[in-house]
Each structure stands twice: as C-alpha cells, then as structure tokens.
C-alpha cells in the first residue's frame, strides 16, 4: 500500500503480494492481460510467478514502478 500512494501507472489497482498468495485471488485474474510492478522490482517477479503458476499465462513483471513508467512510455 505504501509503494502504490507514492506511485502507480493510470488504472492501476493495489493488490498486495498476500492476497495473490490465495488462490480465490488468483482466479479473478484469470485471462487478462496484468502488467506487474511494485516499489522495488523484486515483488513484481514473485507476483508474475504465482499468477502463472495457477493460469494466467498474460501475466508480466515489468520491475519497479519506475521501471515501468520508463516502459510503458516507450509504447
């Protein structure tokens, strides 16, 4: 929560690391494409991980916020 008020991409929504750990959690994202980022880029790669370890084949780590905003301006 603390990573997400001090910065997220537009449209983004904060799902802690814990709470993709339930699998309930996990299905809702189910066939969507989820672009991952977090404060420091470590958690992004967990997160990408456990969503496609329970089927989520479109999920991706994009590293730190900082790291995606550099991406996702290149697009």
Excluded: T
């Excluded at 989820?34 to 958690?43: P, S």
């Amino acid at each position: 929560p603390d990573d997400f008020r001090n910065g997220h991409i537009n449209n983004a929504v904060n799902v802690p690391l814990e709470e993709l750990k339930s699998e309930n959690k996990l299905r809702s994202f189910r066939d969507r494409l989820i672009l991952i980022d977090c404060g420091n880029g470590r958690y992004s790669f967990i997160a990408q991980e456990l969503m496609r370890k329970y089927g989520n084949s479109m999920a991706y780590a994009l590293g730190s916020y900082e790291q995606a905003k550099q991406s996702l301006k290149k697009r």
